[in-house]
Nanobody
Framework: VQLQASGGGLVQAGGSLTLSCSGS????????VAWFRQAPGKEREFVAG???????NYLDSLKDRFTVTRDNTAKTVFLRMIRLKPEDTAVYYC???????????????????WGQGTLVTVSS
C-alpha cells in the first residue's frame, strides 16, 4: 500500500487544519494507520493512530485537540487538528502497518510504508 499525505500549510495559532493520508490498493481497510510528526531538531514522534476496527490512540498531550478518523471507501485517513500552537509546527507523516487486522496502534507500529510528509507551520 502506498500512501500520500496532504493538507499541510501555514496557519495562525488557534487555527485548524485537516491532514489527509490517501492510500492505494484494495486492502487499505485492513490496516492500521498512524500519524507521526517531526519538528526541526527533534525526533519523530507518534501523534495518533487508528486501527482497521476504528480503535484510536493519541499522544496524551494532543488528545484534546487532534482527532483521527478514516474513510475506507475513500481509502483515506484524516487528522483533524484544532487550536493549533506554534509547537505543533512539524512535518507530519502517515504510516501504514505492515500487518493487517492489528488490534492496537501506537508508536511501536511496524511500518509497512510511509507517506512523503506534509509540512504544518503554525505562526504565533
Amino acid at each position: 500500500v502506498q500512501l500520500q499525505a496532504s493538507g499541510g500549510g501555514l496557519v495562525q495559532a488557534g487555527g485548524s487544519l485537516t491532514l489527509s493520508c490517501s492510500g492505494s490498493g484494495d486492502s487499505f481497510s485492513r490496516y492500521a494507520v498512524a500519524w507521526f510528526r517531526q519538528a526541526p531538531g527533534k525526533e519523530r514522534e507518534f501523534v495518533a493512530g487508528i486501527t482497521w476496527s476504528i480503535r484510536k490512540n493519541y499522544l496524551d498531550s494532543l488528545k484534546d485537540r487532534f482527532t483521527v478518523t478514516r474513510d475506507n471507501t475513500a481509502k483515506t485517513v484524516f487528522l483533524r487538528m484544532i487550536r493549533l500552537k506554534p509547537e505543533d509546527t512539524a512535518v507530519y507523516y502517515c504510516a501504514i502497518d505492515s500487518r493487517p487486522y492489528e488490534s492496537e496502534v501506537g508508536p511501536t507500529i511496524r511500518v509497512g510504508s510511509w507517506g512523503q510528509g506534509t509540512l504544518v507551520t503554525v505562526s504565533s
